[in-house]
């Protein structure tokens, strides 16, 4: 847990510079045991799930704040995503190769992703 931290940190530090009208936040939530050991397969599909979210933020969303937020609740673990940006109609918009790689990244360590969008920005959740 503590390199995927370090590895989420320093990815969303190069993302600040890459973007100077975007406001960032990584925080982790008091209930999460920082000793938790992920396996690699995990660990990298976590971290490339979120890399694709803030990218596609980034590139998409013309968002002002994105927020990555890693909780424990019902002995999951919780990996949120959300912009403020201007979101997307999830009912008719064709989700690209990034979602669809998301959506298989997820299956592959066993965990669900959601993606909630609208007119306010949208939000990714991947619960392991």
Known sequence: FEDLQSRIANFIEHAK????????????DNDVNETHVFSSLEGMNIYRIIQESVNNSLKHA?????EVIISKKENQYQVEITD???GFDTDTTELGNGFHNMKKRA?????????????????ISLKI
């Open 17 to 28: 510079n890459a973007s100077e009208k975007t406001e960032f936040s990584f925080q982790i």
């Open 107 to 123: 299956g592959e360590i066993g965990a669900t992703l959601q993606i909630k969008s609208s007119k306010k920005g949208t939000s």
């Open 62 to 66: 013309s968002a002002d704040e994105i």
């Open 84 to 86: 403020t940006g201007k």
